[in-house]
């Protein structure tokens, strides 16, 4: 069984910064691709960013500039660093992994609370 469990989100006012980390763990193979999606009540879940294993970025225009995801292989860890938060930027953050295990498959953490506001 595979578990995502993350951490890191919270209150901050507008231009400010929060880091939020996302650890895979269980019988984990290999991870190929781990990201942040992000979701407002009653809307789809939306990708923020995005990054293979072997480190290759990709972000959705409206963070680029401001968010930097990064991962630590050793530790099956994946972080999202945002900075210059606006309060568009608020929602609940998910992170996601494709992963193996004894098949290949995608995996979600239970979400994380940013709020931007003053």
């Known amino acids: 069984q595979v578990q995502l469990v993350e951490s890191g989100g919270g209150l901050v006012q507008p231009g400010g910064s929060l880091r939020l980390s996302c650890a895979a763990s269980g019988s984990i193979v290999s991870i190929y691709v781990m990201g942040w999606y992000r979701q407002d009540p009653g809307k789809q879940r939306d990708l923020v960013a995005r990054i293979a294993s072997g480190g290759r970025a990709d972000y959705v225009d409206s963070v680029k500039g401001r968010f930097t995801i990064s991962r630590d292989n050793a530790k099956n860890t994946v972080y999202l660093q945002m900075n210059n938060l606006k309060p568009e930027d608020t929602a609940v953050y998910y992170c996601?992994?494709?992963?193996?295990?004894?098949?290949?498959?995608?995996?979600w953490g239970q979400g994380t609370q940013v709020t931007v506001s003053s």
């Open positions: 996601n992994a494709e992963l193996l295990t004894s098949y290949r498959g995608r995996y």
